[in-house]
């Protein structure tokens, strides 16, 4: 009842009231009544959505205040001095390597800027998974790095809080947590009956509840204890999780959380029973029933199954468990194999359903039963910063590991949930103390393990590799979920992480049944994705599992591998290396047995997965390399030793039969298997430890058998034979050489490398270094990606070694980005230093580490390329020879391989193959040959005479040489040898054998068994025996194999003959003949070359030179080698190859000459190429020379009078362009905005980057031009406003060329053939786009030719000599023959005309209709026209602004070549005069008459015309120039010039008047009226300006409007210098442009001049000013006027139009007078320097049109716009914002910046392109995307080049890139 009066009372005064009541004594009556209140508010039958109850708690809990000053209040008890603020993914965030203890430490972005990392190593990265800030907390980073905020605030200054403050909370709180909680239970359905969405609906539902807990945790310290107290409260979870008695609501709910919990242990309960029923034969394979948990004996049964299973230390036989798992119930041997694992954990709670005790582990297990809702996770990991619920959290966690692998196996969302889970568990295991404080609490690591193991088994299949039949091994199916997804990723990762803690790794390297439990764990990768060769078919489905695999290799097993071995680097740790090493050994002998191995591997399969051979080979390596153990000590029998290097043997050469095409029916995958087993990632986890365990081998092992061992494995041994022919049983004959290739350069890297056989970490740094920037140059980044990791971490300095950024610097030069022009953007790049080349290239490293062949190639070409360079040699280099860091002792035995008779007849033989020219030798081959024995020559072994010589006996009769060393070897001769041949071979002799016993005695004398084969096979006997003397078993289950026929081909020994081939060489014999064949010269090696040696000369060079380095090395080391070196130079003659046919010399005598020729034809060919290629490169591209004016010119040296020429580059005819057939220029036209965004000041805006900066686009030229025509629009006549000024600064038409024409009708032919050719890309056909059929260039229009003359015609040159006004005259009756084209003398339309038409309509159609249409009626003529003028006046001032704004450099620049204006200016012409000007308006009267008054007339009630000093002077021109007859007389386009110029300097005065100060202007009035009777008072400036302003102060005075401000210039006095100046930088503009159409009409020469000159420059050049030799008086531009009638009264006349206008007008009149024309050239926005600047301020900033954080954010760099790229939100019309902002801003070019990548994009119309990024890193590097996060800086010389291309409009030429946009950026 009293809950119910409670309820309708206020919530505030209610929430007082109770407070007071539990802050008394006595408080059992408040505590009631708030109960009850609870009760009702809190019912949990209430819909979750109902806000109602939350608001009753904020109240209750606030105890009456307002629950935001509540916050406040309590915030002020903070105690906490960690930041730990959470974020999800994508959030943007810091870290510091040089600061963290952890590598996985990381800060927010207001930390990190709070702390000091100046010159640290950080990075800035977007959170995969989500985080949580780290400031503040010493385990994971050093205090140093703490920032201002978390470092000063410790605990103690807070003040404690009131005990009354959170009393409601204490009450409250547990209450609304078990309502949550009942919420969840009832919303949870088992997943098998339930969708996804139900589960998101209770989520849903439940939002507002879990954000106010959420919102209670960032109250800080104070209210996070309390909330910490409740979620680990046992008594209360007690009290409240069974719900009251009597709720049945509540009653259910439990039901269903307790069916909910009885799945959550590893084996769900109904396994248990079943195991229980049927568990007799079976003590602990699988769980003990359910019954026995109390006892000890359940557990004790449990650890027995468990070892029993892996078989080792268990009292029974591996051979007994395993026939007992056999039987267990049908596991038939097709299926999938489930092995069933028990626990071995010491506690076996694990495997048990979990009990839960208080309410956080009731939360954990909902969060991770709704597969970890963001919020739920946000709210456990806000609490982290209270230790104790740090602690107590990290346990629950751990308790419920197990459940958490169930959940996420069964998941759909698996890759969401796997980045909350690691989210939680990396805040708890990066911290040392807590993970070591679990570890040995709750058994974190048993707990791990376990949960691995049972995840890998539920995807385990049977092993098919060796004896697919009886395989007992078992092996992750890569094709499964868990494995392609990666499922297994969070739990690997937590292992990972917790095995970086020293203290941690211990515990688990001293376990020992972990360890072997990890162990099995491993074995279930070892062998996973087995290939098979198809040998037949190809395969029709590629499978792709290999990712999975070698994904699963590399972070299940080699991560760990290297965290532990991080922990083995001292004597100390010996013990666990041995046991690890022991372990290994035990889990390979069960690995051996259960794939059934004998002696050989299976034909025609590979596996590139054994981890457990690599755990082996890295601990050993470990142990050699830090522990000082004894190797011998750690290694097996030599039988164990064979099996161990069979696997990793079949994979080297397994990549050599891939590389030689044997695997291409299987596609390109097993390729890509082949290139990741060598990736930089990959290779130190795999390839380098096959290799080393291959080295161990073979240093242990008989040499010759290693040797066969690897020709067998490599199928070349039938190869190794003396005879020409041979047959092969096993490759096709165009693998056979790239076979032997691989096997000799295995062979070759197996004894020289040395990366763990003794480097030490700086040298192995150095060597990956060199190989890699030999390859190609690098940038940092992908040097540091290329690098291998663990064994030297990149970043942090080892002590004692050296860091990556000191042997960068010492081993390479850094290049800075260049550009080229025009070319691709360059990275910085690191290229070797000389000496490296010199001194360290090692073609041996290098090879080992390519991944693609054709980097070897490029590494050999560099080089030899830096040889020529630096003169040491210039032919073709072979690979250098470099000299090995020595061997560590224990490996000694590695040098054996080089001195034992196997590899000696093998490189024997193959001398002799290639001396012969046998088929399949190659010079690789001898490379490696040379290789090999110059490796044995510095490895000699030093061996016992006495145990020497009985050997010698005993091998007697399979010997070619005498013994095992190379140097006694090298001169052995060798008379006879036994082949067997096919009987077609040369070799077959005819004549029957010797008959006699004499000689056949001296021949099996000569003889001695001689043939290889038979060696191979005979050692192969003798270890087979060595075996079975050691294990009966073993000699029992190995298949009978006779050694003899094996290497016979099966089916064909009846065609084999055994002959007897006479040899008589040695080694060094054959090498002498060798060179002397490799030098062509007969002798090249005189008898007593090796004392003139100079043993310096040889280390770079040929074949000739290695084989000389090897001799001399010889000679040195032993006298009798030198001794038989000179005997042989001595006497060696040309070699006869004996008992060849001559037919196969004469062929290659031909095959030589052949090549000779061919070479020759190809340099004739080549030449002639290059010459026309040059002619072509003079003609068409800039080949800078101011004579060529430009490409259409080039008619120009012919006669005066022929027309010009045009070539058609489609059909290749030349001749003039007629009426019928125009020839066109090709042309690209493109609406321009660049001139309307030029401003006054010279310096750029900046580009705003805080609240408070702005960019104002008022102050631009397009505005500026707009302003000024709206406001003549208001008081003047339209038609004459569109005449008085021009468009086109924002929108205006730009058009240019690449020079090249074309006919107008191949033309359409050639669009044709595009429109057909569907495969194009990057421009659109229908939109009239295409490139030039000769380079290339983009173009979208023709522009037609006129027919003709050239421009530069004599008789229009001459100069005049008639007088100023009779030019007038004329100037005017030719303005009125009008319609008269000198073109169209036919009554029909030519093509011609046709073709302008269409041009005209194009360059309409290039821009948007609102930058066409300024006049009242849309589409009028006027409009027309003037848009026609303006698109003159665009190309014109775009011209001028790309020659740098004035034309003081005069000649042709690149942009002129380019240039048509004019045949432009021909096209506009003719469409210019379909309009006429009606002659009583005509500018040209005004201009040059006075003309009656006209106002009288009384008709005028129209506005009135625009007044002649308001015009625009160069509009004016150009409308003159278009409107007149062509070509136009030069004489008469001076006139008009001449004419303008009176009229400017007029305007010039007026404005200069406006910015004197009334005062100023009465005086320069005054003394300008003396001045006005002098004799040429109309050229003196004073004079003029006096009157101008006399004129403009009667009547109704213009200067009266302007009085409130004075001008600002007015405080500086006016000289008459400064008037002068300023006169001259009026006029400027006009004069520049005139000069530049006079240059285009009649191809007069631009000179350049000094910039102060220039005015005078150009007046000479338009014939304003005679040319004046003496420069003694300075030139003022009043002497310039020359007037055709009295000035003083045309200036009256000019003036009165502005006096008389009515007195609105006149208000403004001022503003129309005053006017600048000067504007600087166009500038990009100014970038900050440093790109976080930007970054900081742009990505979280709101946009403007929508209100919201844009996901991808963009700047446009032209007006600061910031707008969202691809945004949705600000879509218009179905076109994207970034579009329509560049519609707008650019008509149509947009430049904008990618917030989030630092990259540019452009948009150009329809297509887009990346042009790349103008920030780069401190290596001169992009960052695109910013996947490093460095510092990035602004790279002016990048900014200046896309500023460049802007402004030349040349992205679409440069850019090659494109692609449509499709309206959707």
Partial sequence: MMAASLLRRDKKATAAHLKADLNRTDNSSGVRQLQELLDCVLNPEKPAADTEALDWCKCLIAGGEGFEEFCKTVRSYDNATLCGLVWTANFVAYRCRTCGISPCMSLCAECFNNGDHTGHDF???????????????????????????????????????????????????????????????????????????????????????????????????????????????????????????????????????????????????????????????????????????????????????????????????????????????????????????????????????????????????WTIKYEFPQKMVTFLLNMLPDQDYKITFTKTFVQHYAFIMKTLMKSHESDTMSNRIVHISVQLFSNEELARHVTEECQLLDIMVTVLLYMMESCLIKSELQDEENSRHVVVNCGEALLKNNTYWPLVSDFINILSHQSVAKKFLEDHSLLMLWMTFVSFFQGMNLNKRELNEHVEFESQTYYAAFAAELEACAQPMWGLLTHCKVKETQEYTKTVVRYCLETLQIWLDAIGFVDEPAPNQVTFHLPLHRYYAMFLSKAMKCQGLDLDSLLPDQ????????????????????HSNMWVRNGLQIKGQAMTYVQSHFCNSMIDPDIYLLQVCASRLDPDYFISSVFERFKVVDLLTMASQHQNAVLDSEQERPMLEGALTFLVILSSLRIHLGMGDDEILRAEMVSQ????????????????????????????????????????????????????MQQGMYTPKAEVWEKEFDPIMVILRTVYRRDVQSAMDRYSAFLKQSGMHTGNPWPPYKERTPLHPCYKGLARLLH??????????????????????????????????????????????????????????????????????????????????????????????????????????????????????????????????????????????????????????????????????????????????????QSALSATWLEDMDTGRHAHGDGITAIERILTKAATRSRQSRRCIQEICGKVCPPVP??????????????????????????????????????????????????????????????????????????????????????????????????????????????????????????????????????????????????SVSIGWDGGVYVQTCGHTLHIDCHKSYMESLRNDQVLQGFSVDKGEFTCPLCRQFANSVLPCRPGRGTEAGAWRAPSSKTT???????????????????????????????????????????????????????????????????????????????????????????????????????????????????????????????????????????????????????????????????????????????????????????????????????????????????????????????????????????????????????????????????????????????????????????????????????????????????????????????????????????????????????????????????????????????????????????????????????????????????LCCKQQGICECVLHSQHCGAATGIFLLINASVIIIIRGHRFCLWGSVYLDAHGEEDRDLRRGKPLFLCEERYRVLELQWVSHTFDHINKRWGPHYNGL
Wanted: glycine share 6%; hydrophobic share 35%.
């Fill in 1138 to 1283: 004996p008992k060849k046919n001559s037919p196969s010399d004469k062929k290659t005598m031909d095959k030589e000459e052949r090549r000779q020729r061919a070479r020759e034809r190809q340099q004739k060919l080549l030449a002639e190429f290059a010459s026309r290629q040059k002619s072509f490169m003079e003609t068409a591209m800039d080949v800078e020379s101011p004579e060529t004016e430009a490409a259409m010119d080039l008619g120009a040296s012919e006669p005066m009078e022929s027309e010009v020429l045009y070539d058609c580059v489609i059909c290749g005819q030349s001749g003039p362009s007629t009426e019928d057939r125009p020839t066109g220029l090709v042309v690209l036209l493109q609406a321009s905005s660049v001139l309307g965004h030029r401003c006054r000041g010279e310096q750029a805006k900046k580009l705003p980057t805080c609240d408070q900066e702005h960019v104002y686009p008022a102050d631009t030229c397009g505005a500026a031009h707009d302003v000024r025509l709206t406001l003549m629009q208001r008081f003047f006549k339209d038609s004459s406003c569109l005449q």
């Fill in 123 to 365: 990075n800035m990265f977007r959170s995969q998974a989500g985080g949580a800030c780290d400031c503040g907390d010493s385990n994971v980073m050093r205090e140093s790095g703490f920032c201002r905020r978390h470092r000063l605030r410790t605990g103690e200054n807070v003040p404690s809080v009131p005990r009354d403050l959170l009393l409601m909370s204490e009450t409250v709180l547990p209450r609304f947590i078990i309502c949550i909680l009942q919420y969840l239970r009832d919303g949870y359905t088992e997943p098998d009956t339930s969708a996804e969405r139900d589960l998101q609906k209770v989520l849903q539902q439940l939002e507002p509840q879990i954000s106010f807990l959420e919102d209670l945790t960032k109250m800080g310290g104070a209210m996070r204890t309390v909330l910490t107290k409740i979620l680990t409260n046992q008594q209360t979870f007690k009290d409240l999780s069974m719900g009251q008695e009597e709720n049945v609501y509540a009653k259910n709910n439990y039901e269903k959380y307790l069916s909910a919990l009885k799945n959550s242990g590893l084996v769900s309960s109904e396994e248990k029973a079943g195991a229980g029923a049927g568990a007799g034969a079976q003590a602990g394979a699988a769980e003990p029933p359910p019954g026995a948990e109390a006892g000890a004996g359940a557990e004790a049964g449990a650890t027995a199954g468990a070892l029993g299973l892996l078989g080792a230390t268990a009292p029974a036989s591996p051979d007994d468990s395993n026939k007992e798992e056999d039987q267990d119930g049908g596991q038939c041997v097709g299926q999938r194999k489930r092995v069933k694992l028990s626990s071995t954990t010491k506690d076996p709670s694990i495997m048990d359903s979990l009990k839960h005790k208080c309410f956080l582990e009731e939360l954990l297990f």
């Fill in 773 to 824: 920037l030999c390859m190609n140059d690098r940038t940092h980044s992908s040097l540091l990606d290329l690098i291998p990791e663990n064994p030297n971490p990149k970043s942090g300095i080892v002590p004692g070694s050296c860091s990556f950024e000191d042997m960068l610097s010492a081993v390479a030069d850094f290049k800075a980005p260049v550009f080229e022009p025009g070319g691709s």
């Fill in 639 to 658: 039988e164990m030793l064979m099996k161990i290097m069979v696997h990793p043997l079949q994979i080297q050469a397994s990549l050599s039969e891939v």
């Fill in 900 to 1081: 034992c008779k196997t590899l000696h007849i093998v490189i024997f033989t193959l001398l002799y193959k290639i001396w012969m020219d046998h088929q399949n030798m190659s010079e690789h081959v001898l490379c490696m040959v040379l290789y090999l024995i110059e490796l044995g020559l510095d490895n000699m072994v030093q061996e016992d005479k006495e145990e020497e010589e009985p050997c010698i006996e005993e091998h007697c009769h399979d010997s070619w040489f005498p013994g095992t060393n190379l140097l006694t070897n090298l001169h052995h001769v060798i008379n006879f040898v036994r082949v067997r041949v096919p009987e077609t071979a040369p070799e077959v002799k005819k004549e029957p054998p010797p008959s006699t016993s004499a000689e056949a005695s001296t021949f099996s004398q000569n003889l001695r068994e001689a043939q290889v084969f038979s060696l191979v096979a005979e050692r192969r006997r003798k270890f087979q025996e060595i075996i079975n003397r050691s294990s009966t078993e073993a000699s029992q289950s190995a298949r009978p194999k006779s050694s003899s026929t094996r290497w016979v081909p099966p089916g064909t020994p009846p065609q084999l003959v055994t002959e007897i081939l006479e040899i008589r060489e040695s080694m060094v014999s054959l090498l002498v003949k060798l060179h002397q064949k490799l030098s062509a010269k």
């Fill in 1365 to 1767: 006004s009779v030019l007038v005259k004329e100037v005017e009756d030719q303005q009125d023959t009008l319609g008269l084209f000198p073109v169209s003398s036919h009554t029909t339309e030519s093509n011609l005309s046709k073709e302008m038409e269409l041009v005209i309509k194009d360059i309409k159609n290039t821009t948007q209709k609102k930058y066409m249409d300024y006049g009242r009626n849309p589409g009028s003529p006027d409009n027309d026209f003037l848009f026609m003028y303006s698109v003159a006046r665009t190309n014109l001032e775009l011209e001028l602004v790309h020659r740098g704004g004035n034309l003081c450099s005069g000649g042709a620049s690149a942009a002129a070549k380019r240039s048509c204006l004019n045949q432009l200016f021909h096209v506009l012409n003719m469409h210019m005069r379909l309009y006429s000007i009606d002659s009583a308006y005509n500018p040209w009267n005004r201009l040059t008459q006075i003309t009656p008054g006209r106002e009288a007339d009384g008709l005028d009630e129209e506005r009135p015309e625009v007044p002649m000093l308001f015009r625009d002077v160069p509009s004016l021109l150009i409308i003159f120039v278009l409107t007149m007859p062509q070509p136009l007389r030069k004489e008469h386009f001076m006139c008009v010039v001449r004419m303008l110029y009176n009229l400017l300097y007029a305007q010039a005065l007026a404005a200069l008047s406006g910015r004197f100060s009334p005062e100023e202007r009465q005086a320069w009035s005054t003394s300008g009226a003396l001045k006005k009777n002098a004799a040429n008072a109309d050229k003196s400036s004073e004079a003029l300006l006096g009157h101008v302003i006399g004129e403009l102060s009667s009547e109704r005075s213009v200067y009266d409007v302007n009085l409130e401000e004075p001008s600002m210039l007015s405080s500086s006095v006016w000289s008459p210098q400064s008037i002068e100046y300023s006169l001259q930088q009026f006029c400027l503009p006009f004069l520049r442009l005139s000069c530049l159409l006079q240059h285009h009409l009649y191809g007069d020469h631009l000179s350049g001049c000094p910039e102060d000159d220039e005015f005078s420059s150009l007046a000479v050049c338009l014939g304003l000013l005679a040319p004046c030799p003496q420069t003694s008086n300075p030139i003022t531009s009043a002497s310039c006027l020359e007037w055709a009638v009295g000035a003083f009264p045309l200036i009256t006349q000019w003036c009165s139009e502005v006096t008389g206008l009515s007195d609105s007008q006149a208000e403004q009149s001022l503003t129309l007078l005053v006017q600048d024309p000067q504007w600087a050239p166009p500038h990009l926005l100014q970038l900050p320097d440093n790109y976080n600047t930007i970054f900081q301020y742009y990505h979280r900033k709101a946009c403007s049109a929508c209100k919201k954080v844009p996901k991808d954010p963009a700047l446009c760099l032209v007006c600061g716009a910031f707008v969202c790229l691809k945004g």
